[in-house]
Nanobody
Framework: QVHLVESGGGLVQAGGSLRLSCAAS????????MGWFRQAPGKEREFVAA????????YYGDSVKVRFTISRDNAKNTVALQMNSLKPEDTAVYYC???????????????????WGQGTQVTVSS
């Protein structure tokens, strides 16, 4: 099906920025709605951002709406998450996910995504 690999995580000071990237295998990347989720210890996996197959329509979790931007480059089979004004509460493992359905709406639900990357750690210090 599809294999996802995240990169770009690391340690950053509060107020700083990071750009995460997710590289997808296969030739049908443009058929997938794509999402970013995160999970901190002791917490549920949380919706961060998602975009439609074309990248035209984007959606964000309330806690990141102003600060994060999702984008995709279908020619390169990548989806990115630009994270600005980072806060300590953004510290989590960030996961890229693909909804393999060829049609359907963009979802905010973990259960609607079929394939996940291994995750990349983002740590924001005070």
């Amino acid at each position: 099906q599809v294999h996802l690999v995240e990169s770009g995580g690391g340690l950053v000071q509060a107020g700083g920025s990071l750009r995460l990237s997710c590289a997808a295998s296969g030739r049908t990347f443009s058929s997938y709605n794509m999402g970013w989720f995160r999970q901190a210890p002791g917490k549920e996996r949380e919706f961060v951002a998602a975009c439609s197959r074309s990248g035209r329509y984007t959606y964000y979790g309330d806690s990141v709406k102003v600060r994060f931007t999702i984008s995709r480059d279908n020619a390169k089979n990548t989806v990115a998450l630009q994270m600005n004004s980072l806060k300590p509460e953004d510290t989590a493992v960030y996961y890229c996910a693909a909804d393999l359905a060829y049609i359907g709406p963009v979802s905010r639900l973990v259960s609607d995504y079929d394939t996940w990357g291994q995750g990349t750690q983002v740590t924001v210090s005070s």
